[in-house]
């Protein structure tokens, strides 16, 4: 019979165990899904990822190096602009005793792959361990959230984003302080899902959805999104609300990630709670006020940052 | 020899699908080179080669996938028995047959890859495939057409010969 099968019918049997595999793995578990796939990644698709990573740095190089050049000298008057708002950040501090709060670093690191899944859902960027990029981490653009590290080797890192199942965020909507969770579920994307609202809380649409820092891993106030919808669940009790993510993941190529540092410095939610401002702007704003902001997002990466006073956690 | 040259094509579609597809993307359609590899390979080398590359390249994507493991596994499986078996003696040499069997096959293969991720949402499954699988099946399509064209035009043989 099996040698009928095998010598007669090959195609067919190849095609029907092919089948049977394929949905075997699609009826494990999660968890066990995910211990199959890290394991077959890490023995089949570790030189793939390292030409990946070097094909691409080769790519990307030209121009990057042509927008790097023209961005230098104006982070240079920047960076300029935000050490004096540094120390007087510092001394401020002091000055009014403020609670000691751990202090963050941001790394700035480049998207050297993406997934190879039409749905996207995860990034490869070109530092690791070695950088003090750790699993865990939120990893940022000037533009709002990204998602958090998964897991490092000491030169890559492959990112969550938050168009991925398994990266939920704890997410606030910053005009009324209502807090909820952030999930990303198949459907419109890049459209999420902000779960676990209230029918009676006060919800609009445009209302700015920041990181609510409640958890252990994504500091408090980053920008998400807007809201784009809001309506009832089926049974009345819920809000279904959708937020348009403020990141474009599909052009994402730069991005930053959250790492401990000693150093002390501005609280990176700020730099993405108000709009850029021109760097002559940011000069006389940080002459004048004890209370100015960096100039531009892109500081960000020359920037010390502290945290949330209270931290995130992966939900699930 | 041909399996070391199918090998360096497959190299060569994994690095530009997830490094450089995503800067040709239009209104979120972008081309799928892995599903054209399937379609190429089964076209080539058979019902029996076809499954398992089909097999081999959606567990690739699959590692790397927010979709259940195995779906890609599954769809491109499919798709690369059915182009096998579709594609049997047909004039493989003529760019219009070329065109369609790329854009059929990425059309069932995203059949069957939304109709699983959507999780039987139809109103879900219904705007995928008008918004996302036709243009990407379309723009696919083309795409390879004029890759072959170009690949041809420096070989020796037609990559994609009459006889089987």
Known sequence: MLRYLFVRRTDWTVLVIACTLSLSMMLLEARLQARVAWFLQHTLLAPFEVTVGWVDQSVGVFWENHQLRSRLTQLQIESDALQGERMENVRLRRLLHLEERHPYNLVAASVVARSLDRLGGSLTIDKGTADGVEPGRAVLTPDGLVGRAERSTPHETRVLTLLNRDCAVAARIERTRVDGVLEWEFGNQPVLNLRYISSQEDVKVGDRVVTSGLGGIFPVGIRIGTVAKVALDPNGLMKEILVDPAVDFRSVEEILVYTPSDLRGTAPADLFLEEPKPAAAADSAAADSASARPATPAKAVAATAQPPATADKVIR | ?164
Do not use: C
């Open chain 2, 1 to 164: 020899m041909k399996w070391v040259r199918d090998g360096v094509v497959l190299l060569v579609a994994l690095v530009l699908q997830s490094t450089v597809l995503h800067r040709i993307e239009i209104a979120g359609a972008r081309p799928d080179l892995l599903v054209a590899y399937v379609v190429y390979i089964a076209w080539m080398r058979g019902p029996v080669v076809g499954t398992i590359v089909g097999f081999g390249v959606g567990l690739i994507q699959d590692l790397d996938a927010s979709v259940p493991l195995g779906l890609n596994a599954l769809a491109k499986s499919i798709v690369g028995f059915l182009v096998a078996k579709a594609g049997f003696r047909v004039h493989r040499a003529n760019a219009g047959v070329r065109f369609a069997f790329f854009f059929v096959a990425m059309l069932v293969h995203d059949l069957i890859y939304y109709a699983v991720a959507t999780d039987g949402d139809l109103a879900t499954f219904g705007k995928q495939m008008v918004l996302t699988a036709v243009p990407s099946a379309l723009y696919t399509g083309v795409v390879v057409v004029i890759l072959l064209g170009i690949a041809e035009a420096f070989s020796r043989r037609p990559l994609l010969a009459d006889e089987v």
